[in-house]
C-alpha cells in the first residue's frame, strides 16, 4: 500500500504560478513512474505530466513550456511547477505512481487549482 498526501493548491489570478507537491509513504525508486493529473468539473481525468524510473519526461501539449515536472528521492517527493497559469488549468490535480513490482497504480486525494481573476 502507498499513501500519497498532496499539497499546494490554491487560488490564482491568471498568469501566476503555483508549485504542487505529493509527498509518498515509502522510496520513489520503488515506482515505475509518477505522474500528475487533472480532472475538471464534467470532464474526464487528464494526463498532464510524467517522469518515469529513469528520469526521463512527458508533458501534455496544452501545458508544454509553462509545467515543470520533479522529484526529489531524499524528500520522497513529486512535484509540479506550474507557470503561467490559464483559466483552463482549473481543475483538480492528482498525484499518481505505479509500482515497479505489482503495476498497481496508486492515487492521491486531490488539490484544487482555480485560476481566477
Known amino acids: 500500500q502507498v499513501q500519497l498526501v498532496e499539497s499546494g493548491g490554491g487560488l490564482v489570478q491568471p498568469g501566476g504560478s503555483l508549485r504542487l507537491s505529493c509527498v509518498a509513504s515509502?522510496?520513489?525508486?520503488?515506482?515505475?513512474?509518477m505522474a500528475w493529473y487533472r480532472q475538471a468539473p464534467g470532464m474526464q481525468r487528464d494526463l498532464v505530466a510524467t517522469?518515469?524510473?529513469?528520469?526521463?519526461?512527458d508533458y501534455a501539449d496544452s501545458v508544454k513550456g509553462r509545467f515543470t515536472i520533479s522529484r526529489d528521492p531524499d524528500k520522497q517527493t513529486l512535484s509540479l511547477q506550474m507557470n503561467s497559469l490559464k483559466p483552463e488549468d482549473t481543475a483538480v490535480y492528482f498525484c499518481?505512481?505505479?509500482?515497479?513490482?505489482?503495476?498497481?497504480?496508486?492515487w492521491g486525494q486531490g488539490t484544487q487549482v482555480t485560476v481566477s481573476s
Open positions: 515509502r522510496s520513489i525508486y520503488t515506482f515505475a513512474s
Open positions: 499518481n505512481v505505479v509500482s515497479r513490482t505489482t503495476s498497481i497504480p496508486y
Open positions: 517522469i518515469a524510473y529513469g528520469g526521463s519526461t
